[in-house]
């Protein structure tokens, strides 16, 4: 597994773009993925230390993504990351129940960003 790198994916390309430039500046190396089967692709090839995940994508939603990723024993290891703009209290507890590591809110700051990948 490859120390300082993380997969982002997002359908909309600006905040793929956002939160890659926020990551490249702290030292990531950054791959990006505008849809769910194509980080399943990137997956296959890699082995990332997190994933920030977009909840709301077309076809395979971010939850959907981080149950086949938890499915799968040789991705276990990363830390799963979603990144979203549901941030109601309700939205927040089911999104950490269905296995995700932390949360990252939409619109993205540098500092809410990194904290939400902190022991990574």
């Not at 430039?21 to 230390?49: C, I, N, P, T």
């Not at 939850?63 to 830390?79: D, F, P």
Request: glycine share 8%; with cysteine.
């Amino acid at each position: 597994m490859s120390e300082r790198t993380i997969l982002v994916v997002d359908d909309e390309e600006i905040n793929r773009l956002v939160a890659a430039l926020f990551l490249q500046q702290e030292g990531w190396a950054v791959d990006l993925a505008a849809s769910g089967q194509e980080a399943l692709e990137k997956m296959a090839g890699h082995r990332y230390r997190c994933a920030l995940l977009d909840i709301s994508m077309p076809g395979m939603s971010g939850i959907e993504l981080c149950k086949t990723i938890q499915g799968n024993g040789a991705w276990q290891a990363t830390r799963l990351i979603a990144y979203t703009a549901h941030v109601l209290p309700d939205e927040q507890a089911a999104i950490l129940q269905a296995g995700f590591d932390a949360i990252a809110s939409k619109p993205t700051t540098r500092a809410s960003l990194l904290q939400a990948i902190q022991g990574s």
